[in-house]
């Protein structure tokens, strides 16, 4: 039975800062009320406590002197984090991750230290917050003032004395055919994260069109969801996409008053976001909200790994190919403090998982290894995500379908101008 993603809030604490800690506990968590947490306590060396608030982990192993908290996807990473030990070496641990592919984040407590990890693009949440000896670590920044996001890729060692963090992530540079390569990366991972059953957030642009594609040649039940203005182009697009593709679609037409209930309600979760994370996180909202399915599969981070955003072509233009793509990579980077956890936290606290399977370290490497003057053109028609395109005409996707251009979600189906005016 499928109880929702996990989450969970720890402290490293003082024995005399218990209270104090439990005060501030209380307020953070009213904000995730929907969820049931459990309570775990441990004594730690140098008079320290571990204090951990959890729901629905994929994995905890706890033992008498420490524990193990796993949250990742797909759901056959368990198999892999069920090896780790409270004594595990950061070398072994550093080495396991690598031979992963998937989407985690955890930590180990003994009771000498924390060892915390992330995946390679941090497509789960992750913050942390050292103190005068003490630690908070929490799935988003909202739980912990002040709180920063663990870099993906990493993996960080706290005690009472010192911090420090090391890389475990180490890309694989791809040689040869890059569309072949792409082509056999995007259908591989895609059959392993696209769930049996899953909604789809449905724009009609390229990224969601592919991941209804594919996913229709791996059988997978979808329920396409499309949300904006009656007369936007998402939602004209997006059913005629479904059209050709022979898909059914759920249209969700928002006016000002379901977009003023959908910012008062996502406003809630979200560290001072701007009028863009509001309205991206409300398409996110409507769209787990009216799913029938608990997974929620979005094309974020094409965009980024593919050069899909008409700034690129400017800047490339402008200052050339290299500045374009050390700008490219720059957002790559960030993606995990600008959409990731904005975008998983507002699915989450439905109840419902958000997957991003272009993120999946597969097509990460692929994305990374590929040439910027494959993604992107400087002549005047301004191709972009032309890789990506290239892999759909193999894929034997129709034409019409390969080439439309595609403006960004918040633009193309209004909900931002709509924002604009209430907010």
């Excluded at 080495?95 to 060892?115: A, C, P």
């Excluded at 663990?150 to 090391?166: A, D, E, F, Q």
Aim: some cysteine; aromatic content about 10%; hydrophobic content about 40%.
């Amino acid at each position: 039975m499928y109880n929702g993603a996990g989450v969970f809030q720890l402290a490293v604490v003082g024995k005399n800062k218990i209270r104090e800690y439990d005060k501030t506990l209380e307020k953070k968590l009213e904000i995730l009320d929907a969820l049931r947490f459990q309570e775990r306590y441990l004594e730690l060396d140098n008079d320290l406590v571990m204090i951990l608030h959890y729901s629905n982990p994929s994995f905890l192993n706890e033992e008498s002197r420490g524990i193990v908290y796993v949250e990742c996807y797909p759901d056959d990473l368990v198999n892999f984090f069920e090896k780790i030990r409270l004594d595990t070496s950061l070398e072994d641990l550093g080495e396991m991750l690598n031979n992963i592919d998937g989407f985690f984040t955890g930590f180990i407590v003994d009771k000498s230290r924390v060892v915390m990890f992330r995946d390679h693009v941090g497509a789960i949440p992750y913050s942390y917050k050292v103190g005068d000896e003490s630690l908070m670590v929490a799935s988003f920044k909202k739980m912990v003032d002040s709180s920063t996001s663990l870099p993906p890729g990493r993996i960080m060692v706290w005690n009472n004395r010192s911090l420090k963090i090391y890389r475990w992530f180490k890309w694989k540079h791809l040689d040869g055919d890059h569309v072949e390569e792409l082509k056999n990366r995007l259908v591989d991972a895609f059959s392993r994260y696209l769930p049996e059953s899953f909604s789809l957030g449905f724009s009609g642009g390229l990224d969601s069109v592919l991941i209804a594609y594919v996913g229709s040649m791996l059988g997978r039940r979808i329920e396409c969801i499309t949300v904006g203005a009656e007369d936007s182009i998402d939602s004209q697009w997006a059913e005629e996409a479904a059209l050709q593709l022979g898909l059914k679609l759920k249209k969700i037409l928002i006016d000002e008053k379901l977009v003023k209930n959908t910012v008062d309600a996502v406003s809630r979760y979200l560290v001072e976001p701007n009028i863009m994370d509001l309205s991206i996180a409300s398409v996110f909202y409507l769209v787990a909200t009216n799913s029938v399915y608990n997974f929620i599969v979005s094309g974020q981070g094409a965009d980024e790994l593919f050069g899909g955003y008409y700034k690129y072509v400017k800047l490339g233009r402008e200052k050339g190919l290299e500045y374009a793509q050390g700008v490219m990579m720059k957002d790559i980077l960030e993606l995990h403090k600008t959409n990731i956890e904005r975008d998983y936290l507002t699915v989450m606290t439905l109840g419902k998982r958000l997957i991003q399977p272009y993120l999946a370290k597969k097509i990460y490497e692929a994305a990374l290894s590929t040439p910027i003057n494959m993604k992107i053109k400087l002549e005047n028609n301004s191709n972009r995500k032309i890789i990506l395109r290239k892999v759909g005409r193999m894929l034997k996707l129709p034409d019409e379908l390969v080439w439309k251009p595609k403006k960004a979600l918040q633009y193309s189906s209004k909900i931002q101008k709509i924002a604009f005016s209430i907010v």
